[in-house]
């Protein structure tokens, strides 16, 4: 089973629509990220967790928020969907310490296309 | 602040060619610097990282990188190039004690029979 798993994997919805994205992981990390992929822009950091009560923007949080349910799951939700937020999800992982490289681990990503 | 620029977003090889693809960052204290592999309809997974200690760093697939700091590059390459390489290969670098890692733009890699 995966690492680190996302719900849905695609998604169609409409302008204006509320919708969430989830994110769950088994490795037991405290670190959680939220990255948009555009063509061309690479992987931009939408919001982070470093704990349940500890949430932080990344650079693009505008039109999105996020909620830390337990260490285990971190959901990202676009409360009134725009077109521009058409693009591919992927959530991500990290374990603390200071001894840790900084690798992150990805989810298999959620295509979200917005009409 | 950091960076990571890739230089260019399409490389194109042979099979059984070298493969190089560039990446450049920006950082103002020693950095950590990784390369990432997406396949298609997958995510990210790690092919390679540098920390600290030898500067070339061997990662799978028969990839590897090294750390260059006085041209501020992590270069990858791998000697010949398989059909299963086709893929996008990502950069990206981190400060110690940052909290963030960036990511470049992304390099896609096609390789031809």
């Known amino acids: 089973d995966a690492d680190v798993t996302q719900t849905p994997r695609n998604r169609i919805t409409k302008t204006g629509k509320r919708i969430m994205l989830e994110c769950s992981q088994t490795k037991g990390h405290d670190r959680m990220y939220w990255y948009r992929q555009d063509p061309g822009l690479g992987l931009q950091l939408i919001y982070y967790s470093f704990d349940v009560k500890d949430i932080n923007k990344g650079e693009i949080s505008d039109g999105y928020s996020v909620s830390r349910q337990a260490q285990a799951k971190f959901s990202l939700s676009l409360e009134s969907a725009i077109p521009n937020q058409t693009a591919l999800y992927f959530c991500?992982?990290?374990?603390?310490?200071?001894?840790?490289?900084?690798?992150?681990?990805f989810g298999p990503g959620t295509r979200l296309t917005v009409t | 602040a950091q960076s990571v620029t890739q230089l260019g977003s399409h490389v194109s090889v042979s099979e059984g060619a070298l493969v190089l693809l560039r990446c450049n960052y920006s950082?103002?204290?020693?950095?950590?610097l990784f390369w990432y592999v997406q396949y298609p309809n997958q995510g990210l997974q790690l092919l390679l990282k540098?920390?600290?200690?030898?500067?070339l760093v061997k990662g799978i697939n028969g990839f590897e990188a090294e750390f260059k700091k006085s041209e501020t590059s992590f270069h990858l390459t791998k000697p010949s190039a398989h059909m299963s390489d086709a893929a996008e290969y990502f950069c990206a670098v981190r400060n110690t004690g940052g909290f963030k890692t960036i990511f470049g733009a992304g390099t896609r890699l096609f390789v031809k029979a």
């Open positions: 540098y920390t600290t200690g030898a500067t």
């Open positions: 950082s103002s204290v020693p950095p950590y």
């Open positions: 991500a992982t990290r374990k603390q310490g200071a001894s840790v490289s900084y690798e992150q681990y």
